[in-house]
């Protein structure tokens, strides 16, 4: 069992910065591929980023075309924590932003995960 907290959103100004946190507890964290999806009021839920231990130091990372160049995402084992770090905000960005944990990236960049958080509220203003 894994449980996800997000953390970090906000209210920002168009082309500010953001950088969302997820914290997991359970174990084996380092196993599980990591995501964050968001969704906007009326609209379907949207992968935006995962990343997956691929072999010694080196994590695998793929993105959604919306978000590649924008967003970052990045894990920190040792404090069981995902990033999304997210830049040249645009208010099209406005949505609640989930992370997401699952054995395999594929499924999560599918739009499907086996533990999902509460979400973040991130609101961006023109």
């Known amino acids: 069992q894994v449980q996800l907290v997000e953390s970090g959103g906000g209210l920002v100004q168009a082309g500010a910065s953001l950088r969302l946190s997820c914290a997991a507890s359970g174990r084996n964290f380092i196993s599980y591929a990591m995501g964050w999806f968001r969704q906007a009021p009326g609209k379907e839920r949207e992968f935006l980023a995962v990343t997956r231990w691929s072999s010694g130091s080196i994590y695998y990372a793929d993105y959604a075309d919306s978000v590649k160049g924008r967003f970052t995402i990045s894990r920190d084992n040792a404090r069981n924590t995902v990033y999304l770090q997210m830049s040249s905000l645009k208010p099209e960005d406005t949505a609640i932003y989930y992370c997401?944990?699952?054995?395999?990236?594929?499924?999560?960049?599918?739009?499907?995960?086996?533990?999902r958080g509460q979400g973040t509220q991130v609101t961006v203003s023109s």
């Open positions: 997401a944990a699952d054995e395999s990236a594929y499924t999560i960049t599918q739009g499907e995960y086996k533990y």
